[in-house]
């Protein structure tokens, strides 16, 4: 009896500590190699450290100020928001419409998300060299398209008005698959026999997709919106390889204006520094901020 | 009845509609980089080329060490995914299922990390490597890679959905929590470890500024930093770059389909399922 207990107490013991081994691996990676660099930035972001990284000079909270005072910083956030804005709720309800018609595992349907997912297996640098070549507006295909039912050609990612909205849908394009694999094994979870009591009740296909599915799909949409939404903030790839930030920085965003201001002339690593700063700290607070409204949604339903 | 005919129709007409505009662009591709280059930049231009080539793939081939490419992102993305995918499901199952002091608060940085652009842990995270004198090696590609905060995410969101009897019964078997993750929790998220594996050999696979930054000669590039260099060289052979870009593509779209079921299947199994 006092040896069971004994014994009892030790693993008891045991599994309160048992949890740090676990973690201890990823944990020490993480500090290493993404938290001290992060505090590095912060210390960076202080002074006036250039690519050739001789004799920063500590210039306080100067960076700081220039960046409130700077034009392109207020453009490229604006940017940023636009195609956040854009991007995430577009994506998710396109995956989330698609999820519900395909999630039954017919050929048809089957082949369809097979299909959907393809380009997400695909980098940005070979989608855009695709792209650039089907928009290019002296060769491509889809400007000659166009141009069949308008009758002129426009240039479409050299254009101001359509330069954005095309970026958009080429993140869409590549990524919606991801999104929709996600909900499609989110809506197999839900039990049938939750359909078939509804069916009995006569509701139909629309009825049960807002109470039935959306309800229960909550956690898994709660997942995926917070990953997109990060992602969709730290948006740099699709524009590096069609537009690169222009026609006159309309497509410049956040990170996009930082990788300029570090790795082009003249290398103001400590001013790019203390705009990355700005930025993590907008997505920290938004995404933290929507995680709460989330949470508390859900807590609500159930 | 005829309401849900329609409705059904639209949805198939929307869903072809769907597959034309993502299958174009790669049908697109693939059949261009079997143009000459005179038929690639002519107007009005053509679906098909007038005549068939295969020089755009011998060409890619002599102008950059292609195969070299492949055979390093291999490795890099390889060992990153398997690496990634082993410590993450180990961290995630302590975040799920293990109770310790500070559990929240440790989560919840980890969480705070993945937040980070890596735009803004570049330079330092550079000046790290080059410090380590692991730049430029295969060694400090891979390191900082090894976990994911996305991973331990996942992996955790998995282990939470596993119910809690399969672990209180083996520990009053008497088992260790070791024992509990190696011989119960390991080969019930086999389905979630593949996936995660895929989607972390995907997103390495693809990665262009972390490669092209952490890495200086040629021969160490993988294949969108090389690929990017070629193009952004001002080649005005786009032939060469439209096959150096469909042969990027082509190993990771077979690898999906031989292994499919597992991006779809992998998220929803749970344990008490199987």
């Given at each position: 009896?006092?040896?069971?207990?004994?014994?009892?107490?030790?693993?008891?013991?045991?599994?309160?500590?048992v949890g740090?081994?676990?973690?201890?691996?990823?944990?020490?990676?993480?500090l290493?190699?993404s938290?001290?660099?992060?505090?590095?930035?912060?210390?960076?972001?202080?002074?006036?450290?250039?690519i050739?990284?001789?004799?920063?000079?500590?210039?306080?909270?100067?960076?700081?100020q220039?960046?409130?005072?700077?034009?392109?910083?207020?453009?490229?956030?604006?940017?940023?928001?636009?195609?956040v804005?854009?991007?995430?709720?577009?994506?998710?309800i396109?995956?989330?419409?698609?999820a519900y018609?395909?999630?039954?595992?017919?050929?048809?349907?089957?082949?369809?998300?097979s299909?959907?997912?393809?380009?997400?297996?695909?980098?940005?640098?070979?989608?855009?060299?695709m792209?650039?070549?089907?928009?290019?507006?002296?060769?491509?295909?889809?400007?000659?398209?166009?141009?069949?039912?308008?009758?002129?050609?426009?240039?479409?990612l050299?254009?101001?008005?359509?330069?954005?909205?095309?970026?958009?849908f080429?993140?869409?394009?590549?990524?919606?698959?991801?999104?929709?694999?996600?909900?499609?094994?989110?809506i197999?979870?839900?039990?049938?026999?939750?359909?078939?009591?509804?069916?009995?009740?006569?509701?139909?296909?629309?009825r049960?997709?807002?109470?039935?599915?959306?309800?229960?799909?909550?956690?898994?949409?709660?997942?995926?919106?917070?990953?997109s939404?990060?992602?969709?903030?730290?948006?740099?790839d699709?524009?590096?390889?069609?537009?690169?930030?222009?026609?006159?920085?309309?497509?410049?965003?956040m990170?996009?204006?930082?990788y300029?201001?570090?790795?082009?002339?003249?290398?103001?690593?400590g001013?790019?520094?203390s705009?990355?700063?700005?930025?993590?700290?907008?997505?920290a607070v938004?995404?933290?901020?929507?995680?709460?409204?989330?949470?508390?949604?859900?807590?609500?339903?159930? | 009845?005829?309401?849900?005919?329609?409705?059904?129709t639209?949805?198939?007409?929307?869903?072809?509609?769907i597959?034309?505009l993502i299958v174009?662009?790669?049908?697109?591709?693939?059949?261009?980089?079997?143009?000459?280059?005179?038929?690639?930049?002519?107007?009005?231009?053509t679906f098909?080329?007038?005549?068939w080539?295969?020089?755009?793939?011998?060409?890619?081939?002599?102008?950059?060490?292609?195969?070299?490419?492949?055979?390093?992102?291999?490795?890099?993305?390889?060992?990153?995914?398997?690496?990634?995918?082993?410590?993450?499901?180990?961290?995630?199952?302590?975040f799920?299922?293990?109770?310790?002091?500070?559990k929240?608060?440790?989560?919840?940085?980890?969480?705070?990390?993945?937040?980070?652009?890596?735009?803004?842990v570049?330079?330092p995270?550079?000046?790290?490597?080059?410090?380590?004198?692991?730049?430029?090696?295969?060694?400090?590609?891979?390191?900082?890679?090894?976990?994911?905060?996305?991973?331990?995410?996942?992996?955790?969101?998995f282990?939470?959905?596993l119910?809690?009897?399969?672990q209180?019964?083996?520990?009053?078997?008497?088992?260790?929590?070791?024992?509990?993750?190696?011989?119960?929790?390991l080969?019930?998220c086999k389905?979630?470890?593949?996936?995660?594996?895929?989607?972390?050999?995907?997103?390495?696979?693809?990665?262009?500024i972390?490669?092209?930054?952490m890495?200086?000669?040629?021969?160490?590039?993988?294949?969108?930093?090389?690929l990017?260099?070629?193009?952004?060289?001002g080649?005005?052979?786009?032939?060469?770059?439209?096959?150096?870009?469909?042969i990027?593509?082509?190993?990771?779209?077979?690898?999906?389909?031989?292994?499919?079921?597992?991006?779809?299947?992998?998220?929803?199994?749970?344990?008490?399922?199987?």
């Amino acid at each position: 009896m006092i040896a069971a207990k004994s014994s009892f107490l030790k693993k008891a013991f045991d599994k309160d500590r048992v949890g740090y081994l676990f973690i201890l691996p990823s944990c020490l990676i993480i500090l290493v190699f993404s938290i001290l660099p992060l505090l590095a930035s912060f210390i960076i972001g202080l002074t006036d450290l250039d690519i050739f990284l001789a004799t920063p000079n500590f210039v306080g909270l100067s960076n700081f100020q220039r960046s409130f005072a700077d034009a392109r910083v207020w453009n490229a956030f604006a940017n940023t928001f636009s195609y956040v804005l854009l991007t995430v709720p577009i994506q998710l309800i396109i995956a989330l419409v698609l999820a519900y018609w395909l999630y039954r595992p017919t050929w048809f349907n089957k082949m369809c998300r097979s299909v959907f997912y393809a380009p997400v297996l695909c980098s940005f640098t070979a989608i855009g060299i695709m792209f650039n070549l089907l928009l290019n507006s002296t060769v491509g295909y889809i400007p000659y398209v166009i141009s069949l039912f308008t009758g002129r050609v426009d240039a479409l990612l050299s254009d101001v008005r359509y330069a954005m909205p095309i970026i958009v849908f080429i993140s869409i394009w590549k990524s919606f698959g991801k999104t929709m694999i996600i909900l499609v094994a989110g809506i197999s979870d839900i039990p049938a026999t939750l359909y078939e009591a509804s069916a009995i009740d006569g509701a139909n296909r629309t009825r049960q997709f807002f109470h039935i599915t959306l309800p229960n799909l909550l956690p898994t949409i709660n997942f995926t919106l917070l990953t997109s939404l990060i992602g969709a903030f730290q948006v740099f790839d699709v524009v590096y390889v069609t537009t690169g930030g222009g026609p006159l920085n309309s497509t410049e965003t956040m990170v996009q204006y930082i990788y300029y201001r570090g790795f082009s002339m003249p290398y103001e690593l400590g001013y790019a520094s203390s705009m990355a700063v700005e930025l993590f700290f907008v997505i920290a607070v938004l995404v933290l901020a929507f995680k709460c409204i989330l949470e508390r949604k859900i807590k609500n339903i159930y | 009845m005829k309401r849900i005919t329609v409705s059904k129709t639209m949805q198939v007409i929307l869903c072809l509609l769907i597959l034309f505009l993502i299958v174009f662009p790669f049908a697109w591709l693939l059949v261009s980089t079997f143009k000459l280059q005179k038929d690639i930049i002519k107007w009005p231009p053509t679906f098909w080329p007038k005549h068939w080539t295969f020089k755009n793939y011998s060409a890619v081939f002599e102008r950059i060490p292609l195969a070299k490419y492949i055979l390093n992102t291999v490795i890099f993305a390889g060992f990153v995914s398997l690496f990634s995918s082993f410590f993450d499901s180990v961290a995630g199952y302590a975040f799920a299922r293990l109770d310790f002091k500070g559990k929240n608060v440790i989560f919840n940085i980890v969480l705070l990390t993945m937040l980070v652009p890596f735009q803004i842990v570049m330079i330092p995270l550079y000046i790290e490597l080059n410090l380590m004198g692991i730049l430029n090696t295969f060694v400090g590609l891979i390191l900082p890679r090894i976990t994911s905060a996305y991973g331990i995410f996942f992996m955790r969101s998995f282990f939470t959905g596993l119910p809690k009897e399969l672990q209180e019964a083996a520990r009053i078997d008497g088992m260790g929590e070791f024992g509990i993750f190696a011989k119960i929790m390991l080969p019930l998220c086999k389905p979630a470890f593949i996936t995660f594996f895929i989607f972390c050999l995907t997103s390495n696979w693809n990665d262009l500024i972390y490669p092209l930054m952490m890495t200086s000669s040629t021969a160490m590039r993988t294949l969108p930093a090389g690929l990017a260099i070629f193009v952004g060289e001002g080649v005005r052979e786009t032939g060469p770059a439209l096959a150096g870009a469909l042969i990027s593509m082509l190993p990771l779209l077979i690898l999906y389909c031989a292994a499919q079921k597992y991006f779809v299947e992998g998220i929803a199994v749970s344990g008490m399922k199987g």
